[in-house]
C-alpha cells in the first residue's frame, strides 16, 4: 500500500544511547517523501514543495542491529496547496513499527516562500496517489 | 519566559536549498530540553526520559546568515511519567519565529523501554517549572 | 579487489553548495571499514578498534543525482596493534572516484584508551586480508 | 596564535559509544574555517574556496562533558591557488589536544570546478596572515 522507501542505517545514525537519534527520524522520512514525489511529479514542482508541519510518533528505539528500515508512506490529504502524507518507520530485522508521522508539504512559489496552488497536473497525479491509497487502505 | 538555549548554525547543518535541513531543527530543540532537563533533575532521571512524541511547525527557513538561533522552552504538562514542552525556535538575528514545537518525554525504566512514573522529587521539580511557566505565561 | 560498501546518497548529506558535505565522506569510510572489519573479526575486537588517523583527498563533489557510491577497501599495512586501510569512494552513477582515503584503525584495551597488540587469531585475519589485496592488486 | 573559534558540542555529534564521532571532527575544523576565511576574505573568494585534502590525527575522545571546543587554526602555506592551514581541536573543559588536522583548500573558478589562481587582494591578505602566523610561532 502506497510507497515504501527502504533506508540503510549508519553508525553515525546512532546516538550516545546507542539509538537512532530522533531527529534522523526526520532525515529517514525526508528520503522516503522525495522518492516518492520525485518519481510522481516533475522536479520543478517537488524543488517548490516545503515541508510546513510534521509530528512524529516514537514508538520504539532502533538500534544498528535492525540495520535496515521500510519507510512507508500514503497520501491522507491533497488539498489547493498541501499535501499531507502517513509515514510509517518499521525495522526490516524485527516488522516492529518504529514510529508514525504525519507530515504536510506545501506547494510554494519558487522563491520557496508563500504557498501557491498545484498546477493542474500535480494536482491530478496527487489526487490519483490519494484514491488509489484509500482504495487499498479499505 | 521559561529556558532559552542559544545554539550556533553550523554550515553542516543547511542542506541543498541553502536552508537548515528540517531534521536539525530536532536537534535544536534536543539541545534545548536536554540543558533544561540536566540543569532541574539529576543525571539518572534526565537519562530514563525518552522523547516519545514531538510536532513541529516551520513557520521561516534559517540560513547560514541567522547565525544564531534562541530555542526557548517552556513546560505545559506535567503527568504521572510524562512532560510536555512547547520550544520555539528563534532566529537571534531577526527575532523572527522559525518553528513552533511541541514534545512529549516520559520517564522510563533503566533499559528505557516502559515508562515509569516521576520519582517524587523530579515530579515536584518538575510541576514547579510548570506552575512558574504558567504565571509567566499569564 | 578488497571490499566494497555500498551506500546510498541522502538529501541530508548535502550542504548548501549542494555537494555532499567533506563530513560526509568521513561516515561513508566508516560505514565501509565497519561493514569490512564485523565481517571478518569478532564483534568484541571491533568494538576495540579505534581510528586514529585518517587522509581524504577530494578529487570531485558528490551530488544528489549520483545517488549511490561504492567504497571500496583494501587492507595495505598490518602491525602489532594498528591495521591500514586505503579507500576510494567512486559515485556508482559515473564511475568517477570522488575520494580516496588513507586510514589507521588502532586496537585498544576494552575502555578504547591504550593500544594493544591484537589478539593472535585477528591479526592472522587481517594479514590473511593484506595477503590477499596484495595478491589482487598486482 | 592564529584563529580560534569555540565550538559547542551538541548531543547529536556523539555516536553510539558516546564519543564524538570521527565525521563530526570536519564538522568542526569546517566552522573555524568558514569563520576564518569569511572574516579575512571576501564572500565571492570564499566562496570559490573548495577543500581538496585533510588529514586529521585523533588524539583523544571527546565527549559529551567537554561541552564545548576550541578550534585553533593557522596558516602553513599559500601557494598560487592553495592555502594550507594547520588547525587543533581541543577540549575547552581539559584544555587537551582531541585531534590535530591539515587541510588544504583550493581557489576555482565560479563553477568550483577547476583550479584558479587568487587574485591579487585575497592572496595578499592569505600571505600577511602567514607571515604573522610564522611570526607568532616563533
Redesign the interface.
Known amino acids: 500500500m502506497g510507497y515504501t522507501k527502504r533506508?540503510?542505517i549508519?553508525?553515525?545514525d546512532?546516538?550516545?544511547?546507542?539509538h537512532v537519534?530522533?531527529?534522523?527520524?526526520?532525515?529517514y522520512l525526508?528520503?522516503a517523501r522525495?522518492e516518492f514525489y520525485t518519481g510522481l511529479l516533475s522536479h520543478d514542482t517537488v524543488n517548490q514543495m516545503?515541508?510546513?508541519?510534521?509530528?512524529?510518533?516514537?514508538r520504539r528505539?532502533l538500534v544498528?542491529s535492525d540495520d535496515l528500515v521500510d519507510v512507508g508512506l500514503v497520501v491522507i490529504q491533497v488539498g489547493t496547496s498541501s499535501v499531507v502524507t502517513r509515514e510509517t518507520i518499521t525495522s526490516s530485522a524485527t516488522g516492529e513499527v518504529a514510529a508514525v508521522a504525519e507530515s504536510v508539504m506545501v506547494h510554494c512559489d519558487q522563491a520557496?516562500e508563500r504557498s501557491q496552488p498545484f498546477p493542474d497536473e500535480p494536482r491530478r497525479l496527487l489526487e490519483a496517489a490519494l484514491e488509489q491509497d484509500a482504495k487499498e487502505g479499505d
Open positions: 533506508v540503510e549508519r553508525w553515525r546512532l546516538d550516545g544511547f546507542g537519534n530522533n531527529a534522523v527520524f526526520l532525515t525526508e528520503e522525495d516545503v515541508l510546513r508541519h510534521t509530528s512524529v510518533d516514537f528505539s544498528q520557496r
